[in-house]
């Protein structure tokens, strides 16, 4: 592998980019130069956008092989990592076209980055309420993925939630839906975002308590 790499490669690995994540001319007129060797599928996806099913078909219809490019997986805010790219232009990956998914924000840092590699990257859009219904489920199947979680630490009694929020409400189908509600946003905002989710129910939900029943009020306000 350390035979494909000569030292304009290894230069440009430990060259480090300006503040806001440009290149500076000489380096982006390279990597440029780099980016154009080779062609590649690049799909810049949200999580539970079809990423894993598309990504699939374009391996078989590039003959490809997928590729880590990002420094890690996991998360939604992966960022590209330059050394593989480097290496993949150089020829230190094999002949096969490169096929990655990343979970990528449209941040300046990484818009720098493809465009000084000249890179295309694919983009998908899902409703919000899709994805999230989509993560729900992957979460209720996949212990694995409650470890991994998005930017947040999903909590270890989380398969639980439900069937506590269903004993205590079942007499109350409209409460049951909410405890459901509930249960996925705490999913999503626990551990260090615990503050900005009673934020967050403090101002789109209320509760209302009528003699000995209770009952719950969805209430969002848009300001």
């Not at 960022?79 to 990956?93: N, V």
């Not at 076209?97 to 840092?109: C, I, R, S």
């Not at 069937?163 to 996925?184: I, P, Y």
């Amino acid at each position: 592998m350390l035979e494909n790499l000569d030292e304009n490669v290894i230069r440009a690995a430990f060259a480090q980019p300006n503040n806001d994540g440009s290149y500076p001319e000489n380096f982006r007129v390279y990597l440029r130069t780099l980016g154009a060797r080779r062609s590649s599928v690049i799909l810049a996806f949200p999580p539970k956008a079809a990423g894993t099913f598309l990504r699939t078909a374009a391996i078989v219809a590039v003959n490809g092989q997928l590729v880590r490019a990002v420094h890690a997986q996991g998360g939604r805010d992966a960022q590209p990592y330059l050394p593989i790219f480097l290496s993949y232009f150089s020829g230190a990956l094999g002949d096969a076209p490169l096929v990655t998914h990343m979970h990528l924000q449209g941040l300046p840092a990484n818009r720098h980055f493809f465009d000084a590699l000249d890179l295309r990257p694919a983009i998908m859009v899902r409703s919000i309420t899709d994805m999230l219904a989509s993560y729900r489920d992957m979460l209720d199947a996949d212990s694995e993925a409650r470890a991994e979680g998005l930017n947040c630490t999903i909590p270890a009694d989380y398969s639980g939630w439900e069937q506590q929020c269903e004993e205590q409400l079942s007499h109350r189908r409209a409460g049951t839906l909410v405890c459901r509600l509930l249960r996925d946003m705490a999913a999503l905002c626990a551990g260090s975002t615990r503050s900005h989710l009673r934020a967050f129910l403090s101002r789109f939900f209320w509760t209302r308590r009528r003699k000995r029943s209770q009952r719950f009020w969805i209430m969002p306000t848009f300001r």
